[in-house]
């Protein structure tokens, strides 16, 4: 609705509009921050006028709502008479995008005819416009011209008349609703009908109606035809619903349930990675011989799809994904968000403690404090099955084609289900050195690989190339040594040796020169179980941090160089030792004892009671010393044991003087 009437700020002020100025100067502030446009008034006194169109829609609402009337007046030009009759009939208005998706929904048939009609009321149009001659003619002409009625045209006339141009084709277009008397067909029988097709085991229609059939000739229903059955099923469910009612949610999720699109572009490098686990279909011979599927943890950055690090064992359990995040950590950093699922393994009071959203164990107050939380990682769990929920699922895809299939592993590939084993199922398994070799190699390539086609790559870059590209330029949190240890390390508690202090886990054994004082103490010794050759980081039981004891390597029996090196180390440490002694004790042991002060000597005490021993004692007693002893069967077979050892002891010492000291 367009109108004349235009208003100062003066004349809006002294309306007292609700919510709105009330002072000129006011409103004339309120009009240029909304940038309303205006013109210089021409009356006496000038200044600024509005005009009604241009105002705010708020304030045209308001505007309305005090005085209609006297708007609409203005805007005929002062007929009181047609202001009236737009109160009581409202302009007509419609939703323009409705009608649109209205006509895009409509089959091609029923466009074609609505273009038919739009293109002979443009011909109306065109002729009342350039020769001017009155509608009912341009009516007759056009009509007698294309062979329709002239009723029909005005009919197509009067369905554009509250439309403008731009959308006459969209509401020509034929609403008719088609035929819609329905056959008859029993309640009783229709609600049978549903009962017994919309269910899980997903019968046959045909089925189904041959039972509602007999059903009928018992009751005396009579039935329409299976295919009009059907339609009203349709027309009455949508086909999500009969997805959901004949098969379950998980299809339903899949088929009719659009998923998620998530931009990555907001997040950076390390700002969220996500975690899981993956049997490999491979037969893996491990050191103690066992021949299993391996299972790998693997981290992957959410923002490049780059995959960080891994671990492989025997089962998803919490130690291998803290030894895994304690690979990531090592090597990248600390991850600002992390995700991964509610398992076992995850939801470990060691990884997750603290998290009130776990859903898995006793929540107890004197709960440790987990790894992620300790870090500072804020812990998101994925949807329980939901693999679509967790990125790092279709780079399983990839490795499973590019390492389980390896032509390395020929023979030892499984099959990725029970039904898909392959003829040579079982012929052979691959050592766990060579699995681990060719999944690191494959891993290296899977990063490396250029072309992908996600957004950030865009079909030209590498998941390495934009990980790279990203931790370059932002902040990454690292993780102090001591918090690798504590956090990220296994715990065993050791004893330290009685003889020189060193500590003995797993048949290494591991020394520093600090365990020396701690001689048969009990320890705390935390290690990587992948790194047993390198050392231990020792701790006293109170968590006080020792020292890190390097693994004492075993050498070969025949080893001089090694037996050179021991020995000249034994020197040195012999030497400084002494050292220690001479700078430290000023005075020997004779000088100790001459400041001891003397003492005399203690009074005898005599006995209160005393034995007599008589003649007859005697006697006895020396006959007893004279008499030859018998050595007993047990006591001569250990004393020729011990004949024997002494003379192989002999033995052995010449031949070592002999062979080494000739």
């Known amino acids: 609705m367009k109108t004349p009437r235009q208003y100062t700020a003066s004349d809006l002020a002294r309306m007292g509009l609700p919510g709105f100025p009330k002072t000129k100067r006011k409103f004339n502030t309120y009009l240029q921050k909304n940038r309303v446009p205006w013109k210089r008034r021409r009356e006496r006194g000038g200044g600024r006028q509005y005009a009604f169109t241009d105002l705010p829609k708020p304030l045209q609402d308001a505007i309305l709502r005090l005085d209609p009337m006297s708007v609409l007046t203005d805007a005929f030009n002062g007929d009181a008479e047609r202001a009236r009759k737009c109160l009581d009939n409202p302009p007509f208005e419609y939703d323009r995008e409705g009608l649109w998706a209205r006509f895009a929904g409509m089959p091609d048939r029923r466009k074609e005819k609505a273009k038919h009609r739009h293109a002979a009321v443009l011909e109306v149009k065109a002729l009342c416009e350039e020769t001017g001659i009155k509608k009912g ?80 000739a018992k009751n005396g229903w009579r039935l329409p035809s299976l295919k009009t059955i059907l339609r009203r099923i349709r027309r009455d469910f949508m086909p999500s619903t009969i997805i959901l009612a004949r098969e379950g949610e998980k299809t339903w999720e899949r088929r009719s349930q659009k998923p998620l699109a998530r931009n990555r572009s907001a997040l950076h490098a390390l700002s969220w990675v996500v975690a899981d686990g993956h049997i490999f279909d491979v037969f893996v011979r491990w050191p103690d011989g066992e021949i299993s599927r391996p299972v790998g943890l693997f981290w992957q950055d959410v923002y490049s799809g780059k995959l960080l690090s891994f671990r492989i064992g025997k089962t998803e359990s919490s130690d291998l994904i803290r030894l895994s995040f304690a690979n990531l950590v090592e090597k990248f950093g600390i991850p600002t968000d992390a995700q991964f699922d509610n398992g076992r393994g995850f939801a470990a009071k060691m990884l997750t403690g603290g998290v009130q959203t776990r859903y898995r164990f006793k929540i107890l107050e004197e709960d440790p404090t987990g790894i992620f939380l300790a870090l500072g990682c804020r812990i998101h769990f994925a949807i329980p099955r939901t693999p679509q929920a967790k990125t790092i699922e279709r780079s399983f895809r990839d490795l499973a084609e590019s390492v389980s299939k390896h032509p390395r592993f020929a023979g030892a590939y499984v099959g990725n289900r029970p039904d898909a084993k392959p003829e040579n199922y079982g012929s052979r398994a691959v050592d766990l050195a060579v699995f681990l070799e060719t999944l690191n190699e494959e891993v290296i390539r899977h990063n490396a690989r250029k072309g992908r086609r996600s957004a950030l790559c865009g079909g030209k870059l590498s998941f390495d190339e934009v990980f790279n590209d990203s931790y370059a330029h932002c902040v990454i949190r690292k993780a102090t040594a001591e918090q690798r240890r504590t956090l990220l390390l296994a715990a065993e508690g050791v004893r330290a040796s009685k003889k020189d202090g060193s500590i003995h886990l797993a048949k290494n054994r591991y020394f520093d020169e600090v365990l020396l004082p701690l001689a048969g103490k009990a320890l ?139």
């Open 137 to 216: 003619e341009a009516v007759e002409a056009v009509s007698s011209e294309r062979g329709i009625s002239a009723s029909t045209l005005c009919r197509w006339l009067s369905m554009i008349a509250d439309y403008e141009p731009q959308d006459w084709l969209a509401a020509l277009v034929s609403a008719h609703p088609g035929r819609t008397v329905l056959a008859k067909f029993p309640a009783e029988a229709y609600e049978y009908f549903k009962a017994d097709f919309l269910r899980l085991e997903r019968p046959a229609a045909s089925a189904c109606y041959d039972r509602l059939s007999r059903i009928a």
């Open 524 to 662: 705390i010794a935390r290690f990587d179980p992948e790194k047993l050759h390198e050392c231990v980081y020792v701790y006293r039981l109170d968590g006080s941090f020792v020292c890190k004891a390097d693994c004492v390597q075993a050498t070969g029996f025949a080893d001089t160089e090694a037996a050179r090196e021991h020995l000249r180390l034994k020197r040195q440490n012999r030497k400084r030792e002494k050292e220690i002694l001479k700078n430290e004790v000023r005075i020997d042991a004779l000088q100790a004892a001459a400041m001891l002060p003397v003492s005399g000597k203690s009074p005898l005490q005599k006995p209160s009671v005393v034995k007599a021993l008589f003649t007859k004692g005697l006697e006895i007693m020396k006959a007893e010393e004279e008499k030859p002893r018998v050595m007993t069967a047990e006591e001569k077979r250990r004393a020729w044991q011990k004949y024997e050892i002494l003379q192989r002891i002999k033995e052995g010492e010449a031949v070592f003087r002999d062979t080494h000291f000739p």
